[in-house]
């Protein structure tokens, strides 16, 4: 975050390590500077939890999306123009008054990064990967969403190649919203489903 | 809410931040050792799956390190065993 280069903090070890093998690969020909810079802006930029929020609002305003979206997320979410690493193999789960539904990597990151960019801390953190598995309930009720007793929750758990995007339930009092409208209301929270809308 | 509490204090992990901010990289170095990490992927035409075997096995390792620490012990695996020395 410190562009300051007058008075720069010190860098740190694993940073020092970053700069060291950045340097060694680009020195070799094996990457290139303006590559890198692409990739970091990309995620600055171009994904995160505003294109979810588009598939989402697409998908409570037309039915034959959805129904498309439920059935063949990957080639659904194309649809919108959104796809590519980490989003090759999407599953769209979807919560209803019966099942509410929440997303994990129990093992490190995975994440959906063409609909939701890159995952926040706590979605990498040791005591999310561990215990939302083991207590989902108590879990979502620290992160200050209460599923109700009678609410079955399901963990879906991020494997080798697919990743998951929770499809919240659309807000009573909505209806008279359009699809930019109601994408406005969706969180990146209530996509992965530590929250709802 | 009090009986929540009551359950998470018998737990020794520590609560879980709130924030629902849209927070991409914490510091720049962050944003490049995962564009190195994407780029290597590509260029060797490998899946992220390779790539994530090595994260998977650095956060296993030491689970209480940062996890961007964790992922850049896991490019210097994955980068060493690319282009051995």
């Given at each position: 975050m410190s562009e300051d280069h007058h008075h720069p903090i010190p860098r740190t070890a694993v940073e020092e390590r970053v700069d060291a093998l950045e340097a060694l690969l680009i020195d070799k020909g094996i990457l290139d500077p303006a590559a890198i810079d692409a990739i970091v802006e990309y995620f600055e930029?171009?994904?995160?939890p505003m294109n979810g929020a588009k598939v989402v609002a697409r998908a409570w305003t037309d039915a034959d999306y959805k129904s498309r979206l439920l059935v063949n997320a990957t080639a659904a979410i194309a649809e919108l123009g959104f796809g590519g690493p980490e989003g090759e193999h999407m599953i769209v789960v979807e919560n209803t008054p019966e099942v509410h539904n929440v997303v994990v990597c129990t093992l490190c990151s995975c994440y959906p990064w063409p609909v939701l960019g890159l995952p926040p801390n706590w979605y990498k953190s040791a005591p999310y990967r561990s215990r939302v598995v083991r207590e989902p309930r108590v879990v979502l009720a620290e992160m200050g969403y209460v599923v109700p007793d009678n609410v079955e929750i399901r963990v879906w758990d991020s494997s080798a190649e697919i990743r998951y995007l929770v499809l919240p339930i659309r807000p009573d009092g909505?209806?008279?919203?359009d699809v930019s409208e109601l994408a406005a209301l969706v969180t990146r929270d209530s996509m992965i489903g530590v929250a709802r809308l | 809410m009090s009986h929540t509490a009551a359950v998470a204090d018998g737990l020794a992990e520590p609560l879980i931040p709130r924030s629902n901010g849209a927070l991409v990289?914490?510091?720049?170095w962050q944003g490049r050792a995962l564009a190195i990490a994407i780029l290597l992927v590509e260029r060797t035409d490998q899946q992220w799956d390779v790539f994530r075997r090595y994260l998977i096995q650095a956060i296993d390792d030491e689970?209480?390190?940062?996890y961007w620490d964790s992922f850049v012990t896991a490019l210097d695996s994955f980068a060493a065993e690319l282009e051995p020395d």
């Open positions: 930029h171009d994904v995160g909505s209806e008279h919203l | 990289f914490d510091a720049p689970p209480e390190r940062p």
